[in-house]
């Protein structure tokens, strides 16, 4: 049964139509479902009905500016990973940014392959799958960890257990890393049960 990738959707929030309809179509093109609005004072309506996973934001707008948003978005949502763009960086707007838990800070105009790295990185912390086995990697990293709570064992015991680092069990918890056969066969071993059962109900 292929694994379902879930759509990732994401808010482009710039008073510049022409990079908001760039962006858009780039983003389109990687397969991520994208709205583009110009006007700042729509977001925090926008993100509290879109279910948003990412949000790129512009600094300098009119009407508000892009600290202001992103001060009343953290009021109704924590959890969006947001991505300021700005063609005038400076340390006071980067650290305000930095405090309101914004992922990313990037100078315009951007380079695109810099910008899908970026945006790569942000999905990565946040969980947010993007390839079939990126997805795979995360429902064995939730199912371990899962079953390894139920059990109550630390990773340092679970360490102990298979012989493998704690940082390498960790790594794998969190989908960080592509475990090996071996690998999980000794995680498998180590919480009493089959390694087909590290692959979720899928």
Do not use: W
Not at 71 to 94: C, E, G, M, Q
């Amino acid at each position: 049964m292929p694994i379902e990738v879930p759509s990732v959707r994401i808010l482009i929030v710039d008073d510049d139509k022409a990079i908001c309809d760039f962006m858009q179509s780039l983003l389109e093109k990687d397969g991520f479902v994208v709205k583009t609005l110009s006007d700042p004072t729509l977001v925090e309506d926008e993100v509290r009905a879109g279910d948003y996973h990412v949000l790129i934001l512009d600094l300098m707008m009119p009407k508000l500016d892009g600290i202001e948003v992103l001060k009343r978005i953290r009021a109704v949502d924590s959890d969006i990973a947001v991505v300021i763009f700005t063609a005038h960086p400076n340390l006071d707007s980067a650290v305000a940014s930095m405090k309101l838990d914004a992922v990313d800070y990037i100078k315009k105009p951007f380079n695109v392959d810099e910008f899908r790295d970026v945006l790569s990185r942000v999905m990565k912390k946040k969980g947010l799958a993007r390839t079939p086995e990126e997805q795979l990697h995360k429902i064995i990293g939730d199912t371990i960890r899962t079953m390894r709570k139920e059990k109550e064992l630390t990773l340092k015991q679970m360490s102990r257990r298979t012989g493998l680092s704690i940082s390498l069990l960790s790594q794998i918890e969190r989908a960080e890393s592509s475990p090996s056969i071996s690998s999980l066969y000794k995680i498998a071993i180590a919480l009493d049960s089959k390694i087909q059962d590290l692959f979720g109900n899928n």
